[in-house]
């Protein structure tokens, strides 16, 4: 048993590896470029996706208002999945389709970053959320799988890992979701935050 565990391990070190040496590294660092010219010019970031992702973005938003390796002020970055209310109301009277879409009319302003996550690149709530967000002048990230999916068009970052098993994709949205943490955090605070990445 413990020789299919140090496989997994393995296997996931040569997935690492694999994205490394693609093009998906230059992709973050145009992400890290938006949500950093976001919050330095007063704007916010909005995080969505569903399920695992949905967790994800709470993850996400919750080291960029609390901290992630250094003090600093608080980043403004809300998860459109935290608020129940809002999410069973609208799915239940009007359409689970929409239930992003709404809260980016409700929140999002001009200039502003909607980080959508869908490992398919398929989720018709994050691609009418996207679509939503590029009406009002937001500027958007997509968080997915090989292809990018429906995502795709959307996006003026496309964060498309180059993996098709969705465990797999997982595990590399979390490496993406710190790298781009520490890098706004090293860019707010000076260069020696930069080694906090390694």
């Known amino acids: 048993m413990a020789d299919e565990f140090a496989d997994l391990f393995h296997a996931a ?37 569903n399920g695992g992702s949905s967790a994800d973005a709470q ?49 999002g302003s001009a200039g502003d970053v909607a980080f959508g996550i869908s490992t398919s690149g398929m989720s018709a709530n994050v691609v009418n959320a996207l679509t939503c967000a590029r009406d009002l002048g937001l500027r958007t990230v997509g968080l997915t799988g090989s292809g990018g999916g429906k995502l795709a068009p959307l996006c003026d970052v496309l964060l498309a890992v180059p993996l098709t098993a969705t465990a797999r994709i997982q595990e590399v949205h979390l490496v993406t979701y710190h790298a781009i943490c520490a890098a706004v955090e090293a860019r707010l605070l000076g260069p020696g935050v930069s080694r906090q990445l390694l």
């Not at 973050?28 to 996706?49: C, H, M, P, Q, W």
């Not at 080291?63 to 003090?71: H, K, L, P, T």
């Not at 403004?76 to 009319?105: C, G, K, M, Y």
């Open 13 to 49: 070190a040569r997935n690492m590896a694999a994205v490394a040496e693609s093009t998906y590294p230059q992709s973050i660092g145009r992400a890290v470029d938006l949500i950093y010219e976001a919050f330095t010019s007063g704007r916010k970031l909005l995080v969505f996706g």
């Open 59 to 107: 993850h996400f938003s919750a080291e960029f208002v609390g901290r992630f390796s250094a003090d600093r002020r608080a980043l403004p970055a809300i998860a459109l999945t935290t608020n129940q209310a809002i999410l069973t109301a609208w799915s239940n009277d009007h359409s689970f389709d929409d239930v992003f879409a709404r809260q980016i009319e409700a929140l």
